[in-house]
């Protein structure tokens, strides 16, 4: 069973620019979430989808971001315009209905912005 | 305070020993709990959770919960230097399929 797969692994910009970033979970997990890594600190929560429905977008820092999951599949997080703060690495998890929300993560998306 | 607090080390222990990684939380109603281990430059890989008080074994890793004190640690029994890792402890606070809450994480280093 494949894993949980982010494009692009990493991603250089300049401050103003846009960024799209997208995750696949694994097939058939119906819970997405976005969580970001800032340098030297905890990973924290950006949002959480059901399907398509967006459950809890709390931790979205400002309207620059935008996510997505049309479908209910893949989905998308977009970046505009970007600003030097939201270097990070960005990790997409998924987890099933069955259990106990076991959360499996994607290697990430090192952003970069300069 | 953090929800989720762990020491970030680094804590050496020799090849073969036990490593005893620490993590509390803050909110009382929390109910399930992860460890994810992290090797530099990956993603976090679930190895362990615990949803009940008292000990869950698997393989060379015990968790341990203890709701009342709001305390959870990990154990590796053997330790090898495969082991070295950051291990990053998650919180799920509010039970169902919500976000889960991370400390810093604890870096692990198993000396040969």
């Known amino acids: 069973e494949a894993g949980v797969t982010q494009f692009p692994s990493h991603s250089v910009i300049e401050k103003g620019q846009t960024v799209t970033l997208r995750c696949d979970p694994i097939s058939g997990h119906d819970n997405l979430y976005w969580y970001r890594r800032v340098m030297g600190k905890e990973i924290k929560f950006l949002l959480h989808?059901?399907?398509?429905?967006?459950?809890?977008e709390s931790g979205m820092p400002n309207n620059r971001f935008l996510a997505e999951r049309t479908g209910g599949t893949y989905s998308t997080l977009k970046v505009q315009p970007a600003e030097l703060e939201d270097s990070g690495v960005y990790f997409c998890?998924?987890?099933?209905?069955?259990?106990?929300?076991?959360?499996?993560f994607g290697p990430g998306t090192r952003l970069t912005v300069l | 305070q953090k929800e989720v607090e762990q020491n970030s080390g680094p804590l050496s222990v020799p090849e073969g020993a036990i490593a005893s990684l620490n993590c509390t939380y803050s909110?009382?109603?929390?109910?399930?709990f992860f460890w994810y281990r992290q090797y530099s430059g990956k993603s976090p890989e679930l190895i362990m959770f615990i949803y009940s008080n008292g000990d869950k074994e698997d393989g060379r890793f015990t968790a341990q919960l203890n709701k009342a004190s709001q305390y959870v640690s990990l154990l590796i029994r053997d330790s090898q230097p495969s082991d070295s890792a950051t291990y990053l402890c998650a919180v799920n606070p509010q039970g169902g399929y919500q976000k889960v809450t991370f400390g810093t994480g604890t870096k692990l280093q198993v000396i040969p």
């Open positions: 989808f059901v399907k398509e429905s967006k459950q809890d």
């Open positions: 909110d009382r109603g929390s109910q399930s």
């Open positions: 998890a998924s987890s099933p209905w069955t259990g106990n929300n076991e959360q499996f």
